[in-house]
C-alpha cells in the first residue's frame, strides 16, 4: 500500500504537468488554425480578453493587496505577459510551432544561465547556442524558418525573462491570482491592440466559443494543472519537465497542423531541450529561485 502511495505521489504530478504542456500547444495549435480568418493579432485578442475573464472569474485578483513597490513591477509583469502573447502569435503565423516554443525557451534559459561561472554551465551554453545556429537562418539556408517570425519568438522569449524577473517583485506569495492581475494589465493594452489590427472575422459571433476553447486550453486548464503540479514536485523536477515544452510543440504541431521538421531542426531543438533540462539539473538550489509565477506563462 504504501509503495503504491509512493508511486501515486511520483507519478499523478508528471502526468498532470504533461497534460498541462499539451493543453498548452494543443491550444497554441487550434489558434494557429484561425489567423486566416481572425489574424494573429485578432486571436492574441480574443485569447488574452477571454482568458483573462476567466481566470478573473477563477482568482478574483481585486482582493489582492499590492504594496507601493510592487505597483510597477506588477504593470511591468503584465505588459510582458500581453506582450509574450502577442509576439508568441505573430511567430507561429509563419514559423512552425515547435522550432517558435524551443525559440521562445531561449529567454527564461538565457536568465536561468546568466552569471553562471562553472565550466559545466557553459556546457548547457553551448547546446543551446548550436541549436539557435542550426535553427535560425544565419549564415545557411533554412527555407521554412521566416527571420520575422525567429525574430518575434526571440523577443516573446525575451518578454518571458522579464515576466519571471518583474513577476517576482510583483507578489509571487499571491501564486496564480498574481497571473490574473497581470493578465487584466496586459489585456487593457493587447486586447484593443490586437483587435484594431484583426481581421474582419474577428466580428464573428460564431468565434466566441472556439476563443473560449482557445483561453481554457491555453490558460485556465494548464495554469490550474501547473498548480497542483508545482506543490506536488520539487521545483527542479518541475523545470526539468517544463523543458520538454518545445518537443511537445513540435509533435503538436506535427499532429493537428501538418507541420513537419527536418531532421537537423529536431536535432537543434532537442539541443535546447538538452540544454535547458541540464540547466535545470545542474542549478544549485540557491540559485533556483524561478517561483511559481514565474514559470506560468503565455
Given amino acids: 500500500m504504501s509503495s503504491s502511495h509512493v508511486k501515486n505521489a511520483v507519478w499523478l504530478p508528471v502526468l498532470?504537468?504533461?497534460?498541462?504542456?499539451?493543453?498548452?500547444?494543443?491550444?497554441?495549435?487550434l489558434a494557429k488554425t484561425l489567423f486566416p480568418a481572425v489574424g494573429a493579432p485578432g486571436i492574441t485578442a480574443l485569447r488574452l480578453g477571454l482568458g483573462t475573464v476567466i481566470l478573473c472569474v477563477i482568482f478574483k485578483p481585486w482582493r489582492l493587496r499590492f504594496n507601493r513597490q510592487q505597483?510597477?513591477?506588477?504593470?511591468?509583469?503584465?505588459?510582458?505577459?500581453?506582450?509574450m502573447n502577442y509576439s508568441f502569435y505573430l511567430s507561429i503565423r509563419t514559423v512552425p510551432l515547435g522550432i517558435a516554443v524551443a525559440?521562445?525557451?531561449?529567454?527564461?534559459?538565457?536568465?536561468?544561465?546568466?552569471?553562471?561561472?562553472?565550466?559545466?554551465?557553459?556546457?548547457?551554453?553551448?547546446l543551446a547556442v548550436l541549436g539557435l545556429f542550426f535553427l535560425l537562418p544565419i549564415g545557411h539556408s533554412i527555407d521554412s524558418i521566416d527571420p520575422l517570425g525567429a525574430m518575434y519568438a526571440l523577443i516573446a522569449g525575451a518578454l518571458w525573462a522579464v515576466y519571471i524577473l518583474a513577476g517576482k517583485r510583483a507578489g509571487s506569495q499571491h501564486g496564480p491570482a498574481t497571473v490574473a492581475?497581470?493578465?487584466?494589465?496586459?489585456?487593457?493594452v493587447f486586447v484593443p491592440l490586437g483587435l484594431a489590427y484583426a481581421n474582419p472575422g474577428i466580428w464573428t459571433l460564431s468565434l466566441i466559443p472556439i476563443g473560449l476553447a482557445i483561453a481554457v486550453l491555453s490558460s485556465a486548464l494548464p495554469y490550474?494543472?501547473?498548480?497542483?503540479?508545482?506543490?506536488?514536485?520539487?521545483?527542479?523536477?518541475?523545470?526539468?519537465?517544463?523543458s520538454l515544452e518545445p518537443a511537445m510543440a513540435a509533435i503538436s504541431g506535427?499532429?493537428?497542423?501538418?507541420?513537419?521538421?527536418?531532421?537537423?531542426?529536431?536535432?537543434?531543438?532537442?539541443?535546447?531541450?538538452?540544454?535547458?533540462a541540464g540547466s535545470t539539473l545542474t542549478m544549485r538550489p540557491a540559485k533556483?529561485?524561478?517561483?511559481?509565477?514565474?514559470?506560468?506563462?503565455?
Wanted: hydrophobic share 60%.
Fill in 224 to 242: 490550474s494543472l501547473e498548480m497542483v503540479a508545482l506543490t506536488r514536485l520539487p521545483a527542479r523536477t518541475f523545470g526539468t519537465l517544463m
Fill in 16 to 29: 498532470v504537468l504533461l497534460i498541462a504542456m499539451t493543453s498548452i500547444q494543443g491550444g497554441a495549435a
Fill in 181 to 188: 492581475a497581470g493578465s487584466l494589465i496586459g489585456a487593457l
Fill in 71 to 83: 505597483i510597477l513591477p506588477l504593470v511591468i509583469y503584465g505588459l510582458a505577459l500581453g506582450g
Fill in 288 to 298: 533556483r529561485d524561478i517561483d511559481p509565477v514565474g514559470e506560468l506563462r503565455e
Fill in 103 to 126: 525559440l521562445e525557451f531561449t529567454g527564461p534559459l538565457v536568465l536561468a544561465l546568466a552569471g553562471s561561472r562553472r565550466p559545466l554551465d557553459f556546457i548547457w551554453v553551448g
Fill in 254 to 276: 506535427m499532429l493537428f497542423l501538418g507541420e513537419v521538421l527536418t531532421l537537423v531542426q529536431w536535432l537543434a531543438l532537442l539541443a535546447i531541450i538538452a540544454a535547458s
